[in-house]
């Protein structure tokens, strides 16, 4: 299954409104994760099963989607969120990845 | 503190070998799917195995089946990736992630260990 995130980059200052998108290749339910990563760390889990918050995570994120269309909204982005995201499938093996996107300043 | 600590990494030669551990805390270790997941500059984040919570079955993607094993021990907490015939491509920074029975998704990460493989 191939993800496509978009876009591959983008800039945005503090207290915008981001919104990232993730299209699978065939319909993979709601088994739809959202990562962040900053460099030097792994990757931290945003969402799960589309649209779940994971615990500890800031309300100011969000997911939505099923099927083959999913989206991560970032609502006021702060300065700490200037990271990569990334989305993955967990619907089978191989899970897959997206291949990133860049939020910077 | 829940929390997995990868070791292992290094530089090998091409064709060489090494072994990759992960060694888990603060949670019922074997109650849960466990992963590896590499990530290269020029591939991004490539998922490379998993193993059920009592090791009966055991998944792989397709670059390296026949190459790398996965395996754990749940009285150590502990989870490993054998690798052998190891190529230039397999340059990366290997992480070790926990899966969720529900859903599968990889809810807890390490901070990686770096695999080099260069003559």
């Known amino acids: 299954i191939q993800m496509t995130q978009s876009p591959s980059s983008l800039s945005a200052s503090v207290g915008d409104r981001v919104i990232i998108t993730c299209r699978a290749s065939q319909n993979i339910g709601n088994y739809l994760s959202w990562f962040q990563q900053t460099p030097g760390k792994g990757p931290k889990l945003l969402i799960y099963?589309?649209?779940s918050l994971q615990s500890g995570v800031p309300s100011r994120f969000s997911g939505s989607g099923s099927g083959t269309d999913f989206s991560l909204t970032i609502s006021g982005l702060h300065r700490e969120d200037f990271a990569t995201y990334y989305c993955q499938q967990s619907y089978n093996t191989p899970y897959t990845f997206g291949q990133g996107t860049k939020v910077e300043i | 503190e829940v929390q997995v600590v990868e070791s292992g990494g290094g530089l090998v030669q091409p064709g060489g070998s090494l072994r990759l551990s992960c060694v888990a805390s603060?949670?019922?270790?074997?109650?849960?799917?466990m992963n590896w997941v590499r990530q290269t500059p020029g591939k991004g984040l490539e998922w490379v195995a998993n193993?059920?919570?009592?090791?009966?079955?055991?998944y792989y993607v397709e670059s390296v089946k026949g190459r790398f094993t996965i395996s754990r021990d749940n009285a150590k907490n502990s989870v490993y990736l054998q690798m052998d015939s190891l190529r230039a491509e397999d340059t990366a920074v290997y992480y070790c992630?926990?899966?969720?029975?529900?859903?599968?998704?990889?809810?807890?990460w390490g901070k990686g260990t770096t695999v080099t493989v260069s003559s």
């Open positions: 603060g949670f019922s270790f074997s109650r849960f799917l």
């Open positions: 099963v589309a649209s």
């Open positions: 992630a926990r899966g969720q029975n529900y859903y599968y998704y990889m809810d807890v």
């Open positions: 193993i059920k919570e009592d090791g009966s079955a055991k």
